[in-house]
């Protein structure tokens, strides 16, 4: 059975601060314009997260007075997946980096062949 993770909402927060300490500073100075929340439960279900926004890659002279991009966590869901708490702090991780990416310009069948699906 799937899903017998219980952790509290700050709890996934801190796990989220811990997987965002594991990106290289080389990469987050150039993270610009962005939020990451946690949400409780995703639009549709088994959607871990969610990146909404503009790819650094894609901004150009015109990008100026947007909203910042979003990134979106969700909390539940991953929980919801996971078997223990090991798992959770892997697919925290793992989700983050996805997401990040996708602000960066990566697409999802670029993060599959890196093995960060």
């Not at 993770?5 to 300490?21: H, K």
């Not at 549709?44 to 894609?58: A, D, F, I, R, S």
Request: with cysteine.
């Amino acid at each position: 059975m799937r899903g017998v993770v219980e952790l509290s909402r700050t709890q996934f927060e801190e796990l989220v601060g811990d997987a965002l300490d594991t990106i290289p500073t080389e990469l987050t100075r150039f993270m610009d314009n962005v939020v990451i929340t946690v949400e409780e439960d995703p639009p549709q279900p088994g959607l871990l997260g969610l990146y909404e926004g503009v790819p650094l890659t894609e901004r150009g002279e015109g990008y100026a007075g947007f909203l910042p991009d979003q990134i979106s966590l969700y909390w539940r869901e991953i929980c919801r997946i996971c078997d223990t708490a090991e798992q959770v702090v892997t697919e925290v991780r793992v989700t983050v980096v996805h997401e990040i990416a996708h602000h960066f310009g990566i697409d999802d069948a670029r993060l599959h062949e890196l093995g960060w699906g």
